[in-house]
């Protein structure tokens, strides 16, 4: 086992054979759509390793410990490198995609610690949360502009909380962690109060000291405990999600999409809105710079009623819904 981990950290150059993965026949990969836009599929090394530790009934601390000293051994991408290797695996390059691969074993690492205790155990948690990094790069479009990990940390998220589902278990969340959610909360709510405005992610990492993933982190966990109605996550477009996503009252604190990076996936599609359609998003949501507005004071921004501004948003919504389905994307975590 430790020649073979070591074989495959180190990043032994030596082709290896890349062959077609059955991952609904690997246990606790599960199965994941084409890691890259080639016809071949690429085995998740860290995941082998972590998988046959568990077979092996040999999964311990020590592993955990050695696991977490291997992946430290990577950089951290910059923009560039993401833009450049984004591209390059997307063309088939094995070798480039390896390097987007590992470069975000990291955040991997920390956004599944934030999971514990949820009724799944660790290793677990790491093994999806490296299958949300494989389907990120096999989704990354470079040429949207916004960074692959951005990107990764709603597909990474997305695989931890479908496990936990699956589970059927209920979300425990640690004292600790309720009580830097409620100081957070009380820091927005503060802000918000004081700026007239939503605060940006940006300025709630300035007030708190906490960085901009600790922060998007524990609004996760807040958001994991709210009881969400099953048609927001469907395929289908029902009104319960018009409803949530149309709601004048839908100001509060958790909602900190303004200045966040969220807002920059948002601004990159909006371009395909008819430009009515655009303003209206900009208005309701607070995009490019606009304050968020209700129905009413958009229409009379806009030179229309509100029913048209209600008519218009939903038809907005359901095309940048149809446009974010195709890039992989869930539009109610973009507006949550």
């Given at each position: 086992m430790k020649n073979k981990t070591q074989e495959l950290v180190n990043g032994n150059e030596e082709e290896q054979d890349v062959q077609e993965c059955d991952l609904k026949n690997k246990g606790v990969l599960g199965s994941v759509q084409e890691v890259t836009n080639n016809q071949t599929e690429v085995v998740d090394e860290f995941t082998e390793i972590l998988k046959n530790s568990r077979n092996e009934n040999t999964f311990n601390e020590n592993i955990l410990y050695r696991y977490y000293s291997e992946v430290g051994q990577y950089p951290l991408l910059t923009a560039e490198e993401e833009q450049k290797y984004g591209l390059a695996a997307r063309e088939g390059d094995l070798q480039a995609w390896r390097y987007l691969f590992k470069g975000n074993l990291r955040l991997v690492i920390m956004i599944a610690q934030r999971y514990q205790n949820q009724g799944i155990e660790l290793h677990d948690?790491?093994?999806?949360?490296?299958?949300?990094?494989?389907?990120?790069?096999?989704?990354?479009?470079?040429?949207?502009?916004?960074?692959?990990?951005?990107?990764?940390?709603?597909?990474?998220?997305?695989?931890?909380?479908?496990v936990i589902m699956n589970e059927g278990r209920t979300i425990r969340i640690p004292i600790h962690v309720n009580k830097a959610i409620s100081r957070l909360l009380t820091v927005?709510?503060?802000?918000?109060?004081?700026?007239?405005?939503?605060?940006?992610?940006?300025?709630?990492?300035?007030?708190t000291g906490q960085s901009i993933y600790e922060i998007m982190d524990l609004m996760a966990y807040h958001e994991s405990t709210l009881s969400l109605d099953a048609t927001i996550r469907s395929d289908q477009e029902g009104s319960d999600f018009y409803h949530l996503v149309s709601d004048d009252n839908a100001d509060d604190a958790t909602e900190i999409l303004i200045g966040s990076e969220k807002l920059v996936i948002l601004q990159s599609f909006l371009h395909h809105l008819e430009p009515q359609a655009r303003r209206v998003i900009e208005y309701r949501f607070g995009v490019n710079g606009q304050s968020r507005q209700t129905l009413e004071k958009t229409g009379e921004l806009l030179g229309i009623t509100k029913d048209q501004v209600r008519y218009s948003q939903m038809k907005a919504l359901a095309r940048l819904k149809e446009i974010f389905d195709e890039n992989g994307i869930e539009l109610c975590d973009i507006l949550s």
């Open positions: 948690l790491i093994s999806e949360g490296n299958l949300g990094v494989m389907h990120a790069i096999s989704k990354f479009e470079p040429e949207k502009g916004f960074r692959f990990s951005t990107y990764a940390v709603w597909w990474i998220r997305h695989y931890l909380s479908n927005i709510k503060e802000l918000s109060q004081t700026l007239n405005r939503e605060p940006t992610i940006n300025e709630i990492s300035d007030k």
